[in-house]
């Protein structure tokens, strides 16, 4: 088999394969292509129509997680709390929040009774660190994601039997060549397997990429990133109509360079493996509009209480579509800046939950005042010509190990500049070691981080 099957006619793929495949997928119990159509028309509703749906399916979640699902049950009755008492979302801070440990220690009492076994679909959770947690799903649950993903696309231009490329990671196993036919057939969505982006192979790939032609790139910030250098370096003119980046926090000076680099705009979307609620820009850049109809977000202090327009918090979901294992005001670990709900002038009626991405509670090193962010470590970095990566890792609250993968012109000036510039964020002394290394490790997933803290900060 060829490494990159030829792409499909997009008309064919737009008229004949997509809505055969819907409708083999409708038999079979998937209401995708009607939700989808739904989430189309409702993206334009007003806001108060909006809250209108999310009252509804807020009330239909609670009822079900009460009727059905032991956990919900007991919380419910040890706090004397009736379906009917939470009526809308600011109700929603009557429930405590739902922690991974909570769900861990006893995962039976999440999953719901009235559900057939053969009927539940086991899904993991997103996350950089520590064990996945392992949680179950059920058709119409995928049938909303995958229709929430596809409203998402649509809002940037793409239809159906557009060429896609999808670039998650560092490698592509050959083994999936199989699995990629299929999406090649069905969406005209190409996942490079058989490719990898080392230094080795990154130069094939990209001038097969060159050679497609993609309308549209779905990527990680960290995937994308060498591809567009590699681009820029050697004059590869790709311009896709643009890129959707998400699984990671997007950094400026990756922006920039692969904006510039590969000629298109950039979309950043926010969301949960585990989740159907997805948080997204739309072409005006002015915030992450929420999918309010699969869900809500909560952005919450330390002490979870919800924070003002402007702050930093945690990311809480609630999604209306997982009956299987609901999940109620469930702790996310990331962290964001609230935009206040606000209108965008695109006229979607889809609130602004969400100003930025700021990165995972495990990315910010914990200081004496508090917390340091990823962007301000890796800003730092970004004015250091003589390093081609590194990696910040925080041992304990005093103790911080770089690794550096530098360039032939490191100096030992530079070397100090890292020290007092990582110094600078603490008021007390702490012990900063640079280890000169060849190369950075990837996480199990193939994604990139700057900075790793052991000793994470609390921010819920
Ligand atoms: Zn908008």
């Given at each position: 088999m060829h490494d990159r099957v030829e792409e499909m006619h997009p008309l064919a793929v737009?008229?004949?394969?997509?809505?055969?495949?819907?409708?083999?997928?409708?038999?079979?119990?998937?209401?995708?292509?009607?939700?989808?159509k739904e989430l189309m028309e409702s993206q334009w509703f007003t806001p108060a129509q909006i809250e209108e749906i999310q009252q509804e399916k807020l009330r239909l979640l609670i009822e079900h997680a009460y009727k059905n699902v032991p956990f919900y049950r007991k919380l419910f009755d040890k706090l004397k709390i009736k379906p009917s008492d939470i009526k809308d979302i600011e109700d929603l801070n009557k429930l405590p929040l739902l922690r991974k440990e909570d769900i861990r220690k006893n995962i039976s009492a999440f999953v719901a009774k009235n559900i057939p076994r053969k009927n539940l679909k086991p899904m993991m959770s997103s996350g950089t660190t520590g064990k996945p947690l392992k949680l179950f799903k059920d058709k119409d649950r995928d049938a909303w994601r995958a229709a929430a993903r596809h409203r998402i696309q649509k809002v940037h231009g793409f239809e159906q039997g557009d060429k896609i490329v999808t670039i998650y990671g560092y490698s592509f196993p050959r083994k999936h060549l199989f699995q990629g036919a299929f999406l090649?057939?069905?969406r005209n969505e190409w996942v490079p397997y058989g490719y990898d982006l080392s230094e080795k192979m990154i130069g094939a790939f990209v001038k097969e990429l060159e050679k497609y032609k993609p309308d549209f790139i779905r990527a990680w910030p960290?995937?994308?990133?060498?591809?567009?250098e590699f681009a820029g370096d050697n004059e590869i003119n790709l311009r896709p109509k643009n890129i959707w980046l998400h699984g990671e926090v997007l950094f400026k000076f990756q922006k920039r360079l692969v904006e510039e680099n590969l000629g298109c705009e950039i979309f950043d979307v926010f969301g949960l493996r585990e989740s159907?609620?997805?948080?997204?820009?739309?072409?005006?850049h002015t915030g992450y509009h929420l999918d309010a109809e699969n869900g809500v977000i909560e952005v919450?202090?330390?002490?979870?209480?919800?924070?003002?327009?402007g702050e930093l918090g945690a990311a809480v979901f609630t999604d209306f579509t997982n009956f299987a294992t609901p999940l109620i005001r469930y702790v996310s670990e990331?962290?964001?800046?609230y935009a206040g709900g606000r209108k965008c002038p695109c006229g979607r009626g889809l609130p602004l939950v969400i100003k930025s991405i700021e990165g995972r509670f495990s990315d910010c090193l914990s200081t004496d005042n508090g917390f340091v962010l990823p962007k301000v470590v890796v800003d730092l970095f970004s004015n250091i010509k003589t390093i081609k990566n590194f990696q910040v890792i925080q041992k304990a609250k005093d103790k911080i190990s770089v690794k550096?993968?530098?360039k032939p012109d490191f100096s030992s000036s530079d070397a100090d500049f890292i020290i007092g510039g990582i110094q600078?964020?603490?008021?007390s002394d702490v012990n900063i070691e640079i280890e000169y290394v060849k190369s950075i490790p990837l996480t199990a997933s193939g994604k990139k981080r700057f900075v790793i803290s052991e000793v994470p900060p609390k921010f819920i």
């Open positions: 737009r008229y004949v394969v997509y809505p055969v495949y819907n409708f083999i997928q409708g038999l079979k119990g998937y209401k995708t292509a009607k939700y989808e090649k057939i069905l960290s995937s994308i990133y060498p591809l567009a159907s609620v997805y948080s997204f820009e739309c072409p005006e919450l202090n330390k002490d979870g209480e919800h924070v003002s327009r990331d962290i964001v800046v550096v993968e530098k600078k964020f603490f008021k």
